[in-house]
């Protein structure tokens, strides 16, 4: 895995591999529709948009659970690799290089801002507001706050056994469907 894109991948293996029932004490429930009639202080969502409140609490999820962090942390890490491109056939442009990347700075951290709304978004769509609130709570209990700790050392660990996982299925499989197929009559 490219060192680059490892915060990105931390992050959303963290929702993949977080059981739902970690989450919350009660099953999740499927999106509740927007009250009929909008507050008057606010325009009414789109149909089938969430409302604000419900994109604050997916928001506040990809905080929570680190996944805003890797999406800001790719950034730099984006920056190293463009810099260490063009320096290392260009190294005269290092300094000016620095300089650009200090301009550029805050026009990709908006980038990176945006993808978070995004997800946001995509949270919202899929998870109830019920449901995203109890998740944003687990994530400030102790227990929430330890299991974001740990996600990197699992992650590093669980790509290593993933693979060795991988490799010994291949391997399994392979052998397996060779004596099937020498019942039936054909040599792999």
Known sequence: MRSHFRPFWIG?????????????????????????APAKTSPAPAAGEPTPSHLAAARELLQLNGIAASFSSSIP????????NLTSTRPELASDLGKV????????????????????????????????????AFFKSDAGKKYVETQPSFMKDIVVIMEDWRQQISTDMMTRVRVEMAKKGHQL
Do not use: C, N
């Open 77 to 84: 890490q984006f920056f190293d690799q463009v810099g260490s």
């Open 12 to 36: 959303l293996a963290v929702v993949v591999f977080m059981p739902p029932a970690a989450w919350a004490q009660t099953p999740p429930t499927p999106a509740k529709a927007a009250p009929a």
């Open 101 to 136: 990347f200090v301009q550029l700075k805050p026009e990709f951290d908006k980038k990176a801002e945006d993808l978070t709304d995004r997800a946001a978004h995509l949270y919202a769509t899929l998870i109830s507001e019920q449901d995203l609130k109890a998740i944003d």
